[in-house]
Structure formats: C-alpha cells, structure tokens
C-alpha cells in the first residue's frame, strides 16, 4: 500500500510504502512530537509510491516529506477511490477484471491482485492472511475486508 501520512495539521507530508500503513505510523510516531494523521493509503509498491513522488517532486521538502501545499494535498485527494456496491445496506469494495480468469485490478486492502473462479459475485478476501489494512475509507463510505469483495467482469463475451 502507498501511504500518505501528515505530520501535525498541517506539517509536512511523507509518501512511503508498507503492507500495514498503520503500522508503519506507529513506528513514526515515536519519533515525532507532533500527532501523525494517516491522510489516506491506496494499493500499490514500490512502483506506484515512485510514481507519485516524480509528480510531486518539485514540492519536495527532504526525504520522503513533502510540502502540504494546495497542489499536493489536491493531488493525494484525487487518488484512486476505492470502487463499491452497496447491498442489503452493506457497503463492498469491488474488484474488476478483464476476463472470468483473469486476475482482479489492485486489492485496496492489500494491494495484490487476485484470482477468482469463473462468475461474478461475492468473495471472501484472498488477503485475509496476510496482514493488511483491515478498512478502507472511499468519500465518507467505510469498506471492511472481513466483509469480503464483489469480482466484476468488465467485458463478458456472449
């Protein structure tokens, strides 16, 4: 998972990488007299986290701590949402694929992409084991791993 964590109110920002984002705050925080905020973490490595820091690079304080200027913050908020559906009141994440055997996009509680079996449907979460974000915020919807996913099929050939 890229996480995006905020040192304060409004401090600095550091962009890293973690399987456990919250986890990896605790680390930080004993090194930091100001209260850290996880601001949001979203599916990817080492090459996503990449990525974002070369948009970001011209708002780069020292390290991975970045300046929390309008244009960064704008950028982190604009980040992929987790995709839902909500059934009998219940809110899912959904996890799209190309082809019925094909592998999902990015899990946003771990990151991975999965394989399902044929069908769309419900699925408990293949990650369950291995250590990851347990929730997932999307706008003001919270989506709960143990509540499992929805695989979608993008193009079905009929």
Avoid: N
Avoid at 50 to 59: D, G, M, P, Q
Avoid at 66 to 76: D, R
Avoid at 124 to 144: D, I, P
Avoid at 145 to 150: A, E, L, N, T
């Amino acid at each position: 998972m890229v996480y995006f964590i905020q040192c304060g109110i409004d401090g600095p920002i550091k962009i890293g990488c973690a399987i456990e984002p919250w986890r990896r705050i605790k680390q930080l925080q004993t090194a930091s007299h100001e209260e850290l905020v996880l601001l949001k973490s979203i599916p990817g490595g080492r090459k996503r986290e990449a990525e974002i820091k070369k948009v970001l690079i011209t708002h780069r304080k020292r390290g991975e701590w970045y300046e929390p200027v309008h244009k960064v913050l704008t950028f982190i908020k604009s980040l992929d949402e987790a995709e839902y559906e909500v059934i009998e009141y219940r809110a899912y994440a959904v996890l799209r694929r190309d082809t019925e055997d094909g592998k999902t996009d990015a899990c946003p509680f771990c990151g991975v992409r999965h394989i399902h079996g044929i069908g769309d449907g419900h699925r408990v979460a293949h990650c369950a084991t291995f250590g990851t974000v347990a929730e997932v915020k999307s706008g003001a919807v919270t989506l709960r791993q143990s509540d499992g996913y929805i695989v979608r099929t993008r193009w079905k050939v009929k």
